[in-house]
């Protein structure tokens, strides 16, 4: 049965133009090179090629009619390839390319290194199910960031913070002794997608993951994914020296706090000798940080930085920090706490900054820290888990919000400085580059809680190899190899993906509007819920509807947080003329009878969003139940057992947030709309 455990790597038998295609172009492996990273890409390929064209690969020391040659330069002549000039490829970059050797037909993928060899293998079996032929084919392609992370909520428990795909697949229990095929599946699918990294606990680190028992287990785990070129990393709990050290204090210019991370990192890089390094949570919901000492989050990560270089290891330090001592804006804190440390950051150490000032809502403006930190790295951190997105029975496709961040324009040095440039290091130059997405992987047959879902871990791989790509593309290739790649199936499918987070905007938070979910789970709507005692987390601080208008003023009139972004943009959002609609309300509190640009009134163009959401649910279950000829019955069935519940809850949303604001404003519905009076 189709379960969904394969992700997009199920090698089913190719349609018959296509098997041939691939039969004739994948009948012999030639691979000199003899590392545990060459053998999973030729098991990959085996496997992969063997389950397409239904026949078994054969291996060969010499290029043969119809083979597939693994070489790195210095391998190539040995096999009767030229001489290829690939050093722009860098380490981990391939070339696939049809071509002949000893003058016979075969495929060349030519890389520096064996992980990009194994990264060039995935790439051709994708092409494979995709229905590519094969018979031209000059691929060139390396990553453009080099940290590409996974983050991993996952609790010593095996419960997973924001995890909706049951238990954490991590099992401590069993660790280090029990390394199941699981562990392999999952530095696969990783692999696939060029992520090559994971940090296995939770930012809201316990002391217990620096502990000799669980390095053992985390050796293990990195054993299993080391020949897929994927290093492990760990959250590590900033108060640890106290509670593990028995120190009096975690003040990070103490020198015995400094000897005492120097030891723990010496001990760790003795069981896990490419150990990537840590991720740290500090002074942000309650989290221990250098703060506790009034230092600074620089004198922080700098702490920890000293420990891993000797090793080569880096801090991925969190950005996302707010307290209640700054609840005039919580949006601002980031920036404020950060912008003045720029240049005070070891040299390998890199901020990690959440897309938007808040927290991986269905839609906010990119975060006011990109572009204002010319000397310290950045990484992205997006969230893959969709905790305010419906979570796992929601069907939103979450590319074009990835790509939407990716391409906003900082103008941090003139138009043209996007988000992906800065991630890449172009607009100011990074010696570190990277992007972490907070995976949504669990134990659950289909690993994410639902088949769409798992289009999100694709679509995150991709852009963390190219900031630049292009959703509705990414979006193609993962339904081609997910289900089938047939067009009368793909093209209607895309369709549906690219408008479904759309769809989620409008019926939860249109026009700027965020956080409007009931607190605590963050699933369903609570507009009404004001009574938490931190101001910032309640859905009313957010909105500020009142009888005359509806929105926050992040102006100088404000909060002005505008004034974070750089000038040329922050001129454009200060008004809100010139601010687009879709962020009106994250920047401005404006009058319910405002005109909008369709010429309704606010209060009708916001109803109508919350209408064209639901229709837009509407349309996918209709979309989707005409696809049943397509898809297999177990998949099929539990994607259209999900849309009939994210139907029901689009009308939920629209109809509890409308009664709402209604009962602030008084104004009647917008005559035509289907909302119930
Ligand atoms: O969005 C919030 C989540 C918390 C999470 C926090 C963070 C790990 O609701 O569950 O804690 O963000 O990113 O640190």
């Given at each position: 049965a189709e379960d969904g455990y394969d992700l997009w790597l199920r090698y089913r038998p190719l349609a018959g133009p296509a098997q041939a295609d691939a039969a004739a172009h994948a009948r012999v492996i030639v691979a000199p090179g003899t590392s545990p990273t060459i053998a999973a890409a030729v098991a990959e390929l085996e496997r992969g090629f063997g389950g397409m064209t239904g026949r078994p690969l054969l291996r060969a020391a010499l290029a043969e009619d119809g083979a597939i040659v693994l070489a790195t330069p210095a391998q190539a002549r040995g096999v009767g390839l030229g001489s290829a000039s690939i050093a722009d490829l860098g380490r981990e970059g391939f070339w696939l390319l049809t071509t002949t050797a000893n003058g016979k037909p075969v495929i060349a993928i030519l890389a520096n290194t064996d992980i990009g060899l194994l990264y060039g293998s995935f790439r051709l079996l994708e092409l494979a199910e995709q229905g590519v032929s094969l018979a031209h084919l000059d691929v060139r392609s390396a990553p453009k960031l080099q940290l590409r992370v996974l983050d991993h909520w996952d609790n010593l428990d095996r419960s997973v913070e924001r995890g909706y795909a049951g238990q954490s697949i991590w099992d401590w229990w069993t660790l280090p002794d029990y390394t199941g095929p699981r562990y392999t599946d999952y530095a696969r699918a990783n692999a696939s997608i060029g992520i090559n990294g994971a940090v296995l606990n939770n930012v809201n680190a316990v002391k217990e993951s620096?502990?000799?028992?669980?390095?053992?287990?985390?050796?293990?785990?990195?054993?299993?994914?080391?020949?897929y070129g994927i290093k492990v990393y760990l959250s590590a709990r900033f108060s640890a020296?106290?509670?593990?050290?028995?120190?009096?204090?975690?003040?990070?210019?103490?020198?015995?706090?400094k000897a005492w991370w120097a030891a723990k990192a010496d001990e760790i890089y003795r069981a896990i000798p490419d150990f990537g390094g840590f991720l740290v949570k500090a002074n942000s919901e309650g989290q221990p940080g250098p703060q506790d000492y009034h230092r600074t989050h620089a004198d922080g990560a700098n702490v920890l930085a000293e420990a891993v270089r000797p090793h080569g290891g880096v801090v991925m330090y969190r950005a996302f920090v707010y307290s209640e001592h700054n609840a005039a804006d919580r949006a601002r804190q980031a920036y404020d706490d950060f912008k003045p440390?720029?240049?005070?950051?070891?040299?390998?150490?890199?901020?990690?900054?959440k897309n938007g000032a808040i927290d991986f809502q269905p839609r906010e403006p990119f975060h006011p820290l990109f572009g204002a930190m010319p000397k310290t790295p950045l990484m992205m951190e997006f969230q893959i888990a969709k905790e305010y997105l419906g979570q796992a029975t929601h069907l939103a496709y979450l590319g074009p919000l990835f790509q939407e961040t990716l391409e906003s324009d900082t103008f941090a040095h003139g138009a043209g400085s996007t988000v992906a440039r800065v991630l890449e290091g172009?607009?100011?130059r990074y010696r570190l580059?990277?992007?972490?997405?907070?995976a949504n992987i669990g134990v659950d047959r289909d690993w994410s809680g639902s088949t769409f879902n798992q289009a999100n871990w694709f679509a995150f791989g991709r852009f963390a190899w190219d900031p630049d790509g292009d959703a509705k593309t990414i979006g193609a290739e993962w339904a081609q190899m997910t289900f089938t790649p047939d067009p009368r199936f793909v093209t209607p499918v895309v369709a549906m993906m690219m408008a479904s987070r759309e769809a989620v905007v409008d019926y939860m938070t249109p026009l700027g509007?965020?956080?409007q979910m009931a607190t605590g789970h963050h699933y369903g709507p609570g507009p009404w819920v004001?009574?938490?005692?931190?101001?910032?987390?309640?859905?009313?601080y957010y909105a500020r509807a009142d009888a005359t208008g509806i929105g926050f003023d992040r102006t100088v009139s404000g909060s002005d947080a505008v004034g974070q972004y750089a000038p040329a943009l922050a001129g454009r959002l200060a008004d809100p003329n010139t601010t687009p609609e879709r962020d009106l309300l994250w920047f401005h509190h404006v009058a319910w009878d405002r005109r909008m640009a369709s010429g309704r009134t606010l209060w009708d163009e916001l109803v109508a969003h919350y209408d064209r959401g639901v229709a837009q649910v509407d349309a996918m279950q209709r979309l989707w139940d005409a696809l049943a000829p397509y898809v297999d019955a177990e998949r099929f069935a539990k994607t259209r057992t999900f849309l009939g519940v994210q139907q029901r809850e689009a009308m939920w949303w629209r109809d509890a947030s409308i009664a709402w604001f209604q009962s602030r404003n008084q104004l009647p519905l917008p005559a035509g709309s289907p909302a119930p009076a």
């Open positions: 620096l502990t000799a028992r669980y390095i053992a287990k985390t050796a293990a785990l990195a054993d299993v994914f080391r020949p020296p106290i509670e593990l050290g028995g120190l009096k204090t975690a003040d990070p210019l103490d020198p015995a706090v440390l720029d240049g005070r950051f070891a040299d390998n150490v890199i901020v990690q900054v172009k607009v100011d580059t990277g992007m972490a997405g907070v509007l965020a956080h004001s009574e938490l005692a931190r101001p910032e987390w309640n859905p009313t």
